[in-house]
T-cell receptor, first 112, second 112 residues
Framework: ETGVTQSPTHLIKTRGQQVTLRCSSQ?????VSWYQQALGQGPQFIFQ???????GRGNFPPRFSGLQFPNYSSELNVNALELDDSALYLC???????????FGPGTRLTVL | GENVEQHPSTLSVQEGDSAVIKCTYS??????FPWYKQELGKRPQLIID?????GEKKDQRIAVTLNKTAKHFSLHITETQPEDSAVYFC???????????FGTGTRLKVLA
């Protein structure tokens, strides 16, 4: 059984650019949640995907969007990057929506 | 409303002593309470969780207690070791959704 993986591990972008982050869920898990973790803070929920449909969204603007694929892997896209978007982006997979969530290693995004 | 208060924000204990971290939640309908440990630069890892139909759960040196009347749950670590040093987060699934609301974190330092 493989765990949750994310790519890339680190990324540097400039303001106004767009970025795509990727997540592969743990084997057998059909639900992926994305979180933003700013330095020194707890993770903040962005959205969740369950069987390729968005299944809940946090207080993030529409320039944060996502996808889930038939193999349950997922992408997080952020348009028009701002300096405050600099953070660790974590994805978490779960067996189904509402059960225990297991986190990936995260992608560290720096916006200059 | 959605709110999880976590205390203390930092905690230093001598090796071998016990550590207790407390979280207070606001949604009386919540029924699942996980605790995560996050070491520097690493992913949050689920260390223990409790459901609302029990008052206490123990796993070796780690235990979680739940007081539904007072709406708080606590993490107890006994016989602390230096490798217990990390940031600990409590979380609560927001009512009617599947997103986790995380506490602000507790930085635990175990002094050798």
């Amino acid at each position: 059984e493989t765990g949750v993986t994310q790519s890339p591990t680190h990324l540097i972008k400039t303001r106004g650019q767009q970025v795509t982050l990727r997540c592969s869920s743990q084997s057998g898990h059909n639900t992926v949640s994305w979180y933003q973790q700013a330095l020194g803070q707890g993770p903040q929920f962005i959205f969740q995907y369950y069987r390729e449909e968005e299944n809940g969204r946090g207080n993030f603007p529409p320039r944060f969007s996502g996808l889930q694929f038939p193999n349950y892997s997922s992408e997080l896209n952020v348009n028009a990057l701002e300096l405050d978007d600099s953070a660790l982006y974590l994805c978490a997979s779960s067996l189904t929506s509402g059960t225990e969530q297991f986190f990936g290693p995260g992608t560290r995004l720096t916006v200059l | 409303g959605e709110n999880v208060e976590q205390h203390p924000s930092t905690l230093s204990v001598q090796e071998g002593d016990s550590a207790v971290i407390k979280c207070t939640y606001s949604d009386s309908a919540s029924n699942y309470f996980p605790w995560y440990k996050q070491e520097l630069g690493k992913r949050p890892q689920l260390i223990i969780d409790i459901r609302s139909n029990v008052g206490e759960k123990k796993d070796q040196r780690i235990a979680v207690t739940l007081n539904k009347t007072a709406k708080h749950f606590s993490l107890h670590i006994t016989e602390t070791q230096p490798e217990d040093s990390a940031v600990y987060f409590c979380a609560e699934p927001a009512s009617g959704t599947y997103k986790y609301i995380f506490g602000t974190g507790t930085r635990l330092k175990v002094l050798a």
